[in-house]
């Protein structure tokens, strides 16, 4: 074999950023190396493997597409090895890709992350966040080893592993008359004005839990951005719903706000760990879930109510 896996590397980030400057910062190298890892793999297979637009960045060649799928087995076969090697010697150790429901990331994934890399120090950890759709075609591609998501929507060729129920709050103004109750009904704010969180998935399941409620919500707002739900809510524009809890008890705009919890007949949303199901998890990945499992069980990440792992479905 006269070629490297950091030259495999080098043609996977350009393959998938489409240019030789976004991969040169995505692996943290000059764009001469990148360039002429590129080249040596198109000398070595006799093919050539990008077409080059100006001005537009680059593209895959037939050839270059089937490499793509060939060389990102190899990778994760390599890591195979070293954690075989690693398992037996106790350690855990190497890359692990990260997708985050955009939702999760800023409430669960900086605990996450310090907790991780302070217990395992050989682990390189790397996050991108997105929407459900962006998650599951990280994880086909191979640009995500797996995401920390919902259970919803996900497609035959995925696993799950749930990892915690997450109860709906009723997020309101501290000073709202209703801020005290322990729990609360849709029908206790039927009347009052409705913000929206607009996002995939989530904007569909709160507006389920009206239909179920038999309520019309009257909403005033929509936005995808949490922080303007709590920014909303703050300042008494209406009321909303959250299944994630922060520890911070106030809006970005410094109104203080209470969580209540929902007091419906209602199937909660699940969190949990998502992967493609042809491939094998690493070690590092089934260390990130125990950690997972043990910060939820732990009250590190609050307002989860844990799911024990003998009751989850492989």
């Not at 350009?14 to 198109?42: D, F, K, M, W, Y």
Request: a negative charge; proline letters at 7%.
């Amino acid at each position: 074999m006269r070629f490297t896996l950091r030259q495999l590397t080098y043609f996977i980030a350009a393959a998938e950023t489409g240019s030789v400057t976004r991969a040169a910062e995505q692996v943290n190298i000059s764009q001469p190396s990148i360039s002429a890892a590129i080249l040596h793999l198109e000398v070595e297979f006799g093919a050539q493997l990008f077409v080059r637009h100006h001005a537009q960045g680059l593209s895959l060649t037939p050839a270059g597409q089937r490499l793509l799928v060939a060389a990102k087995e190899a990778l994760r076969t390599t890591q195979g090895l070293y954690d075989v090697v690693n398992s037996a010697m106790g350690v855990v150790a190497g890359p692990i890709n990260l997708g985050s429901f955009r939702t999760f990331t800023p409430l669960i994934v900086p605990e996450l992350w310090k907790s991780f890399v302070t217990r395992h120090p050989e682990v390189q950890l790397h996050v991108t966040e997105g929407s459900e759709a962006e998650l599951l075609e990280g994880l086909r591609n191979a640009r995500i080893d797996v995401a920390l998501t919902y259970e919803l929507s996900l497609t035959s060729d995925m696993n799950f592993v749930p990892l915690a129920e997450l109860p709906t709050y009723i997020l309101l103004a501290a000073d709202h008359p209703l801020a005290t109750r322990p729990r609360l009904k849709l029908s206790d704010l039927e009347q009052e004005p409705f913000i929206l969180l607009d996002l995939p998935l989530t904007r569909q399941y709160f507006l389920s839990l009206f239909e179920r409620a038999g309520i019309a919500p009257r909403v005033v707002a929509e936005t995808s951005l949490p922080a303007a739900i709590r920014s909303y809510v703050g300042a008494g524009i209406g009321f909303s719903m959250m299944t994630v809890r922060p520890r911070n008890m106030s809006a970005e705009n410094g109104y203080p706000l209470a969580y209540v919890e929902l007091q419906e007949d209602y199937p909660p949303m699940k969190l949990g760990l998502a992967s493609l199901k042809e491939l094998k998890r690493s070690r590092v990945a089934e260390a990130l879930e125990d950690l997972c499992r043990e910060l939820i069980r732990e009250g590190s990440l609050p307002g989860m109510v844990p799911i024990p792992q003998s009751s989850c479905a492989g």
